[in-house]
T-cell receptor, first 115, second 115 residues
Framework: AQSVTQPDIHITVSEGASLELRCNYSYGATPYLFWYVQSPGQGLQLLLKYFSGDTLVQGIKGFEAEFKRSQSSFNLRKPSVHWSDAAEYFCAVAPVGGSQGNLIFGKGTKLSVKP | DADVTQTPRNRITKTGKRIMLECSQTKGHDRMYWYRQDPGLGLRLIYYSFDVKDINKGEISDGYSVSRQAQAKFSLSLESAIPNQTALYFC??????????????FGPGTRLTVT
Protein backbone atom coordinates (compact mmCIF):
# COMPACT_ATOMS: atom_id res chain seq x y z
CA ALA A 1 0.00 0.00 0.00
CA GLN A 2 1.08 3.56 -0.63
CA SER A 3 2.41 5.22 2.49
CA VAL A 4 4.40 8.11 3.89
CA THR A 5 6.60 7.60 6.91
CA GLN A 6 8.07 10.19 9.21
CA PRO A 7 10.16 8.04 11.55
CA ASP A 8 10.68 10.68 14.23
CA ILE A 9 7.64 11.66 16.29
CA HIS A 10 9.46 14.30 18.32
CA ILE A 11 12.87 15.93 17.90
CA THR A 12 14.56 18.46 20.16
CA VAL A 13 17.45 20.59 18.90
CA SER A 14 19.33 23.52 20.34
CA GLU A 15 18.87 26.94 18.83
CA GLY A 16 21.53 27.48 16.20
CA ALA A 17 22.04 23.78 15.58
CA SER A 18 21.32 22.12 12.27
CA LEU A 19 18.14 20.17 11.63
CA GLU A 20 17.17 17.24 9.47
CA LEU A 21 13.66 15.78 9.46
CA ARG A 22 13.19 12.50 7.69
CA CYS A 23 10.48 11.48 5.26
CA ASN A 24 10.23 8.23 3.33
CA TYR A 25 7.53 7.19 0.91
CA SER A 26 6.38 3.98 -0.64
CA TYR A 27 5.21 4.31 -4.24
CA GLY A 28 6.02 2.70 -7.54
CA ALA A 29 6.87 5.91 -9.33
CA THR A 30 8.27 9.24 -8.26
CA PRO A 31 5.48 11.23 -6.66
CA TYR A 32 5.12 14.94 -6.09
CA LEU A 33 6.53 15.78 -2.66
CA PHE A 34 5.74 18.49 -0.13
CA TRP A 35 6.67 19.70 3.32
CA TYR A 36 4.21 21.65 5.45
CA VAL A 37 4.68 23.34 8.83
CA GLN A 38 2.03 23.79 11.47
CA SER A 39 2.78 26.30 14.19
CA PRO A 40 0.83 25.98 17.44
CA GLY A 41 -2.79 26.97 16.92
CA GLN A 42 -2.27 27.58 13.23
CA GLY A 43 -3.12 25.93 9.96
CA LEU A 44 -0.62 24.25 7.69
CA GLN A 45 1.76 26.38 5.67
CA LEU A 46 3.53 25.07 2.59
CA LEU A 47 7.31 25.14 3.11
CA LEU A 48 8.47 23.70 -0.18
CA LYS A 49 7.57 21.32 -2.97
CA TYR A 50 9.22 18.99 -5.46
CA PHE A 51 7.64 18.26 -8.81
CA SER A 52 10.62 17.41 -11.02
CA GLY A 53 14.09 18.61 -11.98
CA ASP A 54 16.70 19.67 -9.47
CA THR A 55 16.53 17.30 -6.53
CA LEU A 56 17.54 19.97 -4.02
CA VAL A 57 14.69 22.39 -3.50
CA GLN A 58 14.67 25.61 -1.56
CA GLY A 59 11.70 26.74 0.48
CA ILE A 60 10.62 29.53 2.74
CA LYS A 61 12.11 30.35 6.14
CA GLY A 62 15.54 29.02 5.15
CA PHE A 63 14.45 25.40 4.71
CA GLU A 64 15.55 23.07 1.97
CA ALA A 65 14.81 19.47 1.08
CA GLU A 66 16.55 16.87 -1.00
CA PHE A 67 14.80 14.21 -3.03
CA LYS A 68 16.72 10.94 -3.23
CA ARG A 69 15.09 8.51 -5.59
CA SER A 70 17.28 5.57 -4.57
CA GLN A 71 16.22 5.97 -0.95
CA SER A 72 12.61 7.04 -1.59
CA SER A 73 13.28 9.94 0.71
CA PHE A 74 12.59 13.65 0.86
CA ASN A 75 14.33 14.93 3.97
CA LEU A 76 13.90 18.48 5.22
CA ARG A 77 16.94 20.43 6.40
CA LYS A 78 17.86 23.74 7.93
CA PRO A 79 21.44 24.73 8.74
CA SER A 80 20.65 26.82 11.82
CA VAL A 81 17.41 26.47 13.75
CA HIS A 82 15.67 29.47 15.31
CA TRP A 83 13.34 29.30 18.31
CA SER A 84 10.47 30.30 16.03
CA ASP A 85 10.92 27.05 14.08
CA ALA A 86 9.35 25.11 16.94
CA ALA A 87 6.31 23.55 15.29
CA GLU A 88 5.02 20.33 13.80
CA TYR A 89 6.23 19.36 10.35
CA PHE A 90 4.35 17.21 7.89
CA CYS A 91 5.64 15.50 4.80
CA ALA A 92 3.03 14.91 2.10
CA VAL A 93 3.04 12.93 -1.10
CA ALA A 94 0.89 13.02 -4.18
CA PRO A 95 1.21 9.92 -6.32
CA VAL A 96 1.58 10.87 -9.95
CA GLY A 97 -1.39 9.50 -11.86
CA GLY A 98 -3.40 9.04 -8.71
CA SER A 99 -6.60 10.84 -7.80
CA GLN A 100 -6.07 14.40 -8.83
CA GLY A 101 -5.27 16.75 -6.02
CA ASN A 102 -5.16 14.13 -3.29
CA LEU A 103 -2.31 14.34 -0.84
CA ILE A 104 -1.26 11.66 1.59
CA PHE A 105 0.28 13.02 4.77
CA GLY A 106 2.77 11.55 7.14
CA LYS A 107 1.92 11.57 10.83
CA GLY A 108 4.17 14.53 11.55
CA THR A 109 7.32 15.33 13.47
CA LYS A 110 7.12 17.74 16.36
CA LEU A 111 10.15 19.97 16.66
CA SER A 112 11.14 21.54 19.97
CA VAL A 113 13.95 24.11 20.16
CA LYS A 114 16.09 24.52 23.26
CA PRO A 115 17.48 27.97 24.07
CA ASP B 1 -7.16 39.17 5.04
CA ALA B 2 -6.67 35.43 5.07
CA ASP B 3 -7.15 33.64 1.77
CA VAL B 4 -8.88 30.63 3.35
CA THR B 5 -11.16 31.24 6.30
CA GLN B 6 -13.02 28.81 8.50
CA THR B 7 -15.91 29.39 10.88
CA PRO B 8 -16.27 28.76 13.70
CA ARG B 9 -12.70 28.48 14.99
CA ASN B 10 -13.80 26.58 18.06
CA ARG B 11 -16.98 24.69 18.80
CA ILE B 12 -18.22 22.52 21.60
CA THR B 13 -21.33 20.49 20.90
CA LYS B 14 -23.23 17.58 22.37
CA THR B 15 -23.60 14.06 21.08
CA GLY B 16 -26.40 13.79 18.55
CA LYS B 17 -26.42 17.43 17.52
CA ARG B 18 -26.09 18.53 13.92
CA ILE B 19 -23.22 20.88 13.25
CA MET B 20 -21.90 22.68 10.20
CA LEU B 21 -18.38 23.91 9.64
CA GLU B 22 -17.90 26.51 6.96
CA CYS B 23 -15.01 27.35 4.68
CA SER B 24 -14.60 30.31 2.37
CA GLN B 25 -11.72 31.21 0.08
CA THR B 26 -10.68 34.23 -1.91
CA LYS B 27 -7.90 32.50 -3.85
CA GLY B 28 -10.12 31.82 -6.84
CA HIS B 29 -9.30 28.12 -6.68
CA ASP B 30 -11.64 25.52 -8.09
CA ARG B 31 -10.70 22.70 -5.76
CA MET B 32 -11.55 22.47 -2.09
CA TYR B 33 -10.92 19.85 0.55
CA TRP B 34 -11.89 18.92 4.09
CA TYR B 35 -9.44 17.12 6.38
CA ARG B 36 -9.47 16.10 10.00
CA GLN B 37 -6.39 16.00 12.16
CA ASP B 38 -6.03 13.76 15.17
CA PRO B 39 -2.93 13.68 17.37
CA GLY B 40 -0.43 11.14 16.07
CA LEU B 41 -2.46 10.39 12.95
CA GLY B 42 -1.62 13.31 10.70
CA LEU B 43 -4.29 14.61 8.33
CA ARG B 44 -6.92 12.44 6.74
CA LEU B 45 -9.11 13.46 3.84
CA ILE B 46 -12.87 13.54 4.45
CA TYR B 47 -14.29 14.98 1.22
CA TYR B 48 -13.05 16.94 -1.75
CA SER B 49 -14.64 18.94 -4.52
CA PHE B 50 -13.18 19.83 -7.89
CA ASP B 51 -15.99 22.23 -8.73
CA VAL B 52 -19.53 23.04 -7.64
CA LYS B 53 -20.96 19.93 -9.28
CA ASP B 54 -18.15 17.52 -8.49
CA ILE B 55 -17.94 16.19 -4.93
CA ASN B 56 -16.03 13.10 -3.91
CA LYS B 57 -15.59 11.02 -0.81
CA GLY B 58 -12.20 10.83 0.81
CA GLU B 59 -10.64 8.29 3.10
CA ILE B 60 -12.98 8.83 6.07
CA SER B 61 -16.31 10.20 4.82
CA ASP B 62 -18.65 8.12 7.02
CA GLY B 63 -20.63 10.33 9.39
CA TYR B 64 -19.95 13.47 7.36
CA SER B 65 -21.58 15.29 4.46
CA VAL B 66 -20.58 18.33 2.44
CA SER B 67 -22.10 21.07 0.37
CA ARG B 68 -20.37 23.19 -2.25
CA GLN B 69 -22.56 26.27 -2.32
CA ALA B 70 -20.35 28.24 -4.68
CA GLN B 71 -16.84 28.15 -6.03
CA ALA B 72 -15.66 29.95 -2.92
CA LYS B 73 -17.66 28.09 -0.26
CA PHE B 74 -17.47 24.50 0.95
CA SER B 75 -19.27 23.35 4.09
CA LEU B 76 -18.82 20.22 6.15
CA SER B 77 -21.71 18.83 8.18
CA LEU B 78 -21.89 16.31 10.95
CA GLU B 79 -25.49 15.10 10.89
CA SER B 80 -25.38 13.55 14.33
CA ALA B 81 -22.15 14.31 16.12
CA ILE B 82 -20.41 11.64 18.17
CA PRO B 83 -17.46 11.98 20.57
CA ASN B 84 -14.94 10.31 18.26
CA GLN B 85 -15.50 13.15 15.81
CA THR B 86 -13.70 15.41 18.25
CA ALA B 87 -10.77 16.67 16.19
CA LEU B 88 -9.19 19.60 14.43
CA TYR B 89 -10.78 20.17 11.02
CA PHE B 90 -9.03 21.87 8.15
CA CYS B 91 -10.28 23.21 4.88
CA UNK B 92 -7.85 23.49 1.98
CA UNK B 93 -7.91 24.73 -1.59
CA UNK B 94 -5.88 24.18 -4.74
CA UNK B 95 -5.80 25.46 -8.25
CA UNK B 96 -6.60 23.29 -11.25
CA UNK B 97 -4.03 21.73 -13.53
CA UNK B 98 -1.28 19.25 -12.75
CA UNK B 99 0.81 19.65 -10.70
CA UNK B 100 -0.75 22.83 -9.24
CA UNK B 101 -3.79 20.89 -8.14
CA UNK B 102 -1.62 19.12 -5.57
CA UNK B 103 -0.35 22.37 -4.05
CA UNK B 104 -2.87 22.91 -1.30
CA UNK B 105 -3.44 25.97 0.86
CA PHE B 106 -4.96 25.52 4.28
CA GLY B 107 -7.30 27.47 6.48
CA PRO B 108 -6.59 28.04 10.18
CA GLY B 109 -8.68 25.10 11.34
CA THR B 110 -11.77 24.50 13.46
CA ARG B 111 -11.35 22.78 16.77
CA LEU B 112 -14.47 20.69 17.38
CA THR B 113 -15.26 19.00 20.67
CA VAL B 114 -18.20 16.61 20.96
CA THR B 115 -19.23 15.85 24.53
Amino acid sequence: AQSVTQPDIHITVSEGASLELRCNYSYGATPYLFWYVQSPGQGLQLLLKYFSGDTLVQGIKGFEAEFKRSQSSFNLRKPSVHWSDAAEYFCAVAPVGGSQGNLIFGKGTKLSVKP
Amino acid sequence: DADVTQTPRNRITKTGKRIMLECSQTKGHDRMYWYRQDPGLGLRLIYYSFDVKDINKGEISDGYSVSRQAQAKFSLSLESAIPNQTALYFCATSDRGTPRDYEQYFGPGTRLTVT
